[in-house]
């Protein structure tokens, strides 16, 4: 018997969730729907008396202060007769995952009720309101479902029987592909067919590889090929060798270099990492995060991924399993780390893009942000792990193809962090069930995402479940304590086939695929390996724990399950109901396809230079540049993640007398007992590389570092996460500007003495349209991370005191390639901010000093905007006003190309030369700030005011900024104050 | 016989989805408890009893994901599973806090503001917190101030009881908020009225200046800005706030204009009032 429950809002109580929706109509430009009701529907399965499954609505289902129930026997509402009224269900797609199912079957175990056997979800929307059909159409699939995993239900009666239907148990029918016979042809078929994402030549490896076993691969075997060679998994293009000519223009000589590059990252980042031999570098780029010495007892260990294609399709699940992932880095680094914070980092197409000028199957860049943030949101929130730093980043060109960047660090016991599976050892599955969800994930984001990527790949996308997630770590931590286990891993991309294939790669795997547990019947025995299911670890465990390990996980209620072992075999041996499935070579599986060598050539451009000369009021270019969507508050998603949980919180992102100005870095306490603390943060930069790859990178190792210093860190303690987001790597001119780029990120780690811990690389960001592929500009993020000894010397970024002198360190230059005052004149330039490491290195080392004596109040990093707007913002969040004088500025003026100005108050207040702060200091101080500054470049250029006044006075001492500082405050606030 | 002077007990009950129970066991700690976190599969197969606790805490968190609604799930495993330990617990001068998520299912496990006829031992909900009316979960600091104007209204001689938590706090304090369902409802008039009359309404969202104000202020629309609530005697009590993110000023936003962060902030002496309260009853 199947009930269906539909609970409704009382009369009279305030309904937010329908409030909420009709918001998001209007914004859809839909303005005639006066009513909307939003009623949760719960199916249930099962022999039930009237009295139990009243009980039910009762006791579990309704709130009775707020909501009443309705049931029926039957599976269709009560059809509504007004006129004007739109009534339709929104339900899940089979086989995507509701977590809701899984807790209201336990609630109702609570009741003491046995006989439920199944519970579904679904919403049921009534909506009155003059509506044409397309407007119908566009509030549910732009607003109400994404039927990548949701679809309207035509009708109740037919179709939710569907929902309950069980699946046929899977039988074994081995599937073998004939690749010995294949044609180039065919080879290329296979591989697109089969979503291997495989190139020919690799598939021509592939097969010779075989034609030496005399057989044919099985389906598995291939899959496991194609998932351990992908760019997701294998990194072939940093790791691979390159033929790399650049040629651009310094000091008007045009000069050409060529390079042949056997391994970019050992040749670049890793590099560093090793010039350096930092001894507080404990685990670099070989564990799932990199790891670095935080006190004492513990480890600090970080790690930032992507999750760009899959947040493309489904922004909520695709951002969802983004940090759900990343956190299974951390917890799957050494033996297991404790998160401790999230950053995320995005880069979108402007919210307020034309919807007619939207390609067909891209969704609007304001629902991907918002979906993006909720996925976030609902993840890290119910993780309980602070999101404490991160950066948005609009451009059009990310229109087809956002970036979402998630990270998380965590703390882990010194003599937790390093990890080796032992033969012999039992491969110990724990966490959620397998289901198809997310197969092909690890090939699909090595592919370029086209119009029909929403249909074709759907099953790489997942909603994730971060109870079970947070129930798993529980359980680790406390399995980790007592020893329990020789080694862990999570699986990610490429599922168990990634996740066992790396652990027992110097040793060899027995795995008997009818051990995993699924989540439904008619899984095959490939699907089960490859599947890329959330919330999921293996841990490599001497059989002698097994017991131990099952109580732990049985009190978590988190299922464990031995699925195979480690053997010194050699070989990866996959069985399913004892039938040899795959049987692989590790060697050859792990050592990949065949060499080549990829082509990549970077040419510097030539854009044009602006040609209009300074206007003599800048108050309002100031206004427009704090409105700029990269600049401008984005406090909207601050808000909406819990970024004080756990009770470490310092330095949070938000600071200010209202608690509402923009901090430069966060910084954290992981351990409430200790005044030592953690800062993060992260430069990013895109618009730099069009001009540049090679200081974009500088500039965004100098942002970061500079954010660090800026809330009281030292870069001797300093590490670096690289994240490269870039184009099509079989490309010659996108290749060529990441290699570029890796040598800038070379040059100026090396001279700024910041190792690389860890990184990842997400390559084939570009999406097909009408025959065209569009790239998204290179992107590399840059994360920092810092221990702190004393967090009581942190510094925050607003004003505190009128009277207080405000300092510039650094020296301004005419360098606004790139910068948001061009953007303002939609010109884009050439003289793209460079990085003086010596001055840099000289500067924040002084400034460090000053920190940790006490004689600074407050401190901000220039940075998009320039010193103007760090000015102002620091201002703002203070609530006091400021008077400013330019000549004061040290100022390295590049010959004007400009006749008769050589000085420009314009160029001055938004260049973004690197290395500069902005600094408050009381008078008291003063001599003993500027004595420590003598080596620094460095002017006293004004002082804050009581009067709530923001005055600049420019080189020829006349006014050219002025305005009240809420005058300023309110275009910073307004863009994304949604 | 036990020694006056043993630490009291205090049990930090934890579940799938708990999240801020290491930090209320070190605000329990750093007050002079011994707290200890325990997954509520303890208390349900008998490994360990809720009688031998002092307080019983129930922290912030998603427990079971806020499926349903918030708190709810836990709220019906304490009515169902543990029910009569419960019932047992509250009757025997303990003490009981709820955070934020403990707040939520106190309430809905009908715990608070507790049963109108004291002699039935049912647990019945009659107040309950639900989605903000921003719809949006919201982290932000508020301010809070005890509530005075009602407390006149209490019998003679019984005023002190009611505050066993707030005891000692200034007029105002401020603390974090971080949730998406807090708004307070009750189920009716007089039900609202009833906790007022009682001096059960112990927190409101106010302004700086103690001024009852609307949004941000009141961060998500509850019914005349009521923050926390108690039971009768005093000894059950459920905030929205968090207080055990506010032990240390450095903690707090404004921290960063002093330069001696590490005293204790306003949540520290709600900790200590539960602390000192049980080692009195020890």
Redesign the interface.
Known sequence: MIYRIEIHPKAGVFDAVASGLSAGIVELGIKTVFSLKCIPIFLIKGKLSDREIKNICQEVLTDPVTQDFKYYLSLTGEPIKASQTHDFEIAYNLGVMDPVEESTLKAIKDLGIDNVETVRTAKRYIISGALSNQDLKTIQEKLLYNKVIQHIVENPATSYPSQFRQTLKYKLDIKYIDILDASDRRLEELSRRGQLFLKNNEMRFIADYFAKQKRNPTDCELETIAQTWSEHCGHKTFKGAIDYSEEFSLNSKRIKRKKIINNLLKSTIMKVTKKLNKPWCVSVFEDNSGIINFDKDYNVCFKVETHNHPSAIEPFGGANTGIGGVIRDCLGSGLGARPVLNTDVFCFAPPDYEFSKLPIGVLHPKRIMKGVVSGVRDYGNKMGIPTVNGAIIFDNDFLGNPLVFCGTAGIIPKNKSKKKAKKTDLIVLVGGRTGRDGIHGATFSSGELTDSSESVSSSAVQIGNPIEEKKMLEAIIKARDKNLYNAITDCGGGGLSSAVGEMGKDLGVRVDLEKVPLKYQGISYTEIWISEAQERMILSVPKKNLKKLKEIFDQEDVELSVIGEFMQTGRLKLYYNAQLVCDLDMNFLHQGGPKITKKAIWKSAKYSEPNFSCPSDLTDPLKRALSDLNICSKEWVIRQYDHEVQGGSVIKPLEGILNDGPSDAAVVRPKLSSRRGIAVSCGINPRYSLIDPYWMAASCIDEAARQIISVGGSLKTTALLDNFCWGNPEKIDRLGSLVRACFGCLDSALAYKLPFISGKDSLNNEYKMAGESISIPGTLLISAISVIEDTNKCPTMFAKSAGNLIYILGLTSDELGGSVYFKLHNLLGNSVPKVYPQDGLITMQCLEKAILNNLVASCHDCSEGGLVVALAEMAFSGSLGMDIFLKEVPYKNQKSKIKNQNFRNDYILFSESNSRFIVEVPKLKQKKFEKLMKNVNFGLIGCLNNSKDFNVYGLDGELCIQAPIDELKQPWQAPLRW | MKSKKRKPNVAVL?T?????D??TV?AFNLAGARAELL?I??FISSRKNLSDFDILAIP???S??????AG??LA??LK??LKDDILKFIASNKLVIGICNGFQVLV?AGILPGSPDKKIKTLE????L????????????VYLRKTKGDRRNLPTGKAGTKYIWTKNLPEIISL?V?HGEG?F???DKQTLEKLKRNGQVIFQYCDEKGELSGYPYNPN?SVDNIAGICDETGRIFGLMP?P??H?YK??S?????S????EYGDGFQIFINGVEYSRRNL
């Open positions: 934890r799938a989805g708990t999240n801020c290491r930090e070190f997954h599969n303890n912030g968190g998603f079971y994901g806020d499926d349903i609604a709810k799930i019906n495993e169902y599973r809905k909900q009659q107040v309950t639900t989605t903000n009316d921003s719809d949006k979960f919201e982290d932000r600091w974090p971080a708004k409802v009750a189920k629309g968090h055990e993110r032990i450095i903690q936003p404004l921290s960063s204009l330069s001696r962060r590490f």
